[in-house]
């Protein structure tokens, strides 16, 4: 009985996955079939924590967010949780060695959205750290499976992947953030005088990061590469589009990439990938 828990646990995190990011699935589809389970399970863990400090307004969200760590920490005692999104993670931590500084180290910067609304750039970057780098590390662990030198070697690479990615969001998502959520997460930004100079020092901060990432993502197994390089790409596309409008036009509206654009990304990609250009 254990075993259909299990499948039907797996089923759920790929169900959360495909609901709440196209993009992400996409990506996850163009790994090999071996890593589909693994990731599936993580994004499902981290979203899920996410849209407890994001999304639910109407509840008492510290109360929420400390039984959602309580239940992640029994899931890995235990070795099984009832919640099925927690039960395939506790699976992965366990088969690919994923350490729990990493998971304290991401649900504490989700703490942080609960009491922090504006940064300094200690807490910036304690934030970043936690809500994203650590969670590329996690998906490394999986890559990597268990060969620790080599995940030793792309570690760099992969938190820069995390924090690019988040970065972006953070520029994508700069509106709601500030007028619905009141955050503000980039450090000595006035959001009511959001000025080009300000978004253009954040763009060199980000292409610096998707520079360093690249060279990283080059150097990772067939099984993992090119699945990566369709996030990388697919980010890139959206960092593009963000960087093409002006500062007023952030505070307005949400950057999209729609799934024609998506689609021609992903055959650009895997051509690259095909001929070995990446």
């Known amino acids: 009985m254990k075993l259909i828990f299990d499948t039907v646990s797996l089923s759920t995190s790929k169900m959360v996955t495909r609901a709440y990011s196209t993009s992400f699935s996409l990506g996850i589809n163009c790994l090999s079939q071996k890593f589909h389970h693994a990731i599936y399970s993580i994004y499902g863990f981290v979203r899920c924590a996410d849209e407890i400090v994001d999304s639910f307004h109407d509840y008492d969200k510290e109360l929420l ?153 080059k150097q990772l197994p067939v099984s993992s590469r090119f699945g990566v390089y369709v996030a990388y790409v697919y980010y890139k596309a959206l960092f593009a589009k963000i960087k093409a409008l002006p500062s007023t036009r952030i505070m307005q509206e949400r950057v999209r990439i729609n799934n024609y654009q998506k689609m021609s990304l992903l055959a650009g990609s895997f051509l690259k990938h095909q001929l070995g250009i990446l």
């Open 65 to 217: 967010l400390t039984e959602f760590r309580e239940e992640t920490l029994k899931a890995i005692d235990r070795k099984i949780s009832l919640n099925p999104v927690l039960n395939s993670f506790q699976a992965v931590v366990h088969q690919y060695h994923i350490e729990m500084e990493l998971i304290e180290c991401f649900l504490k910067s989700m703490e942080m959205d609960l009491h922090k609304n504006t940064h300094n750039h200690s807490s910036y970057n304690q934030y970043i750290l936690g809500s994203a780098e650590v969670v590329g590390l996690m998906c490394l662990r999986v890559f990597t499976e268990g060969n620790m030198e080599f995940y030793e070697t792309l570690k760099p690479a992969a938190m820069k992947l995390g924090a690019a990615f988040q970065k972006v969001n953070f520029l994508r998502d700069l509106q709601a953030d500030f007028k619905i959520l009141g955050r503000v997460y980039f450090p000595t930004v006035d959001m009511s005088q959001f000025s080009e100079a300000e978004k253009n020092a954040i763009e060199a901060e980000i292409q610096q990061d998707f520079d360093d990432a690249l060279i990283g993502i």
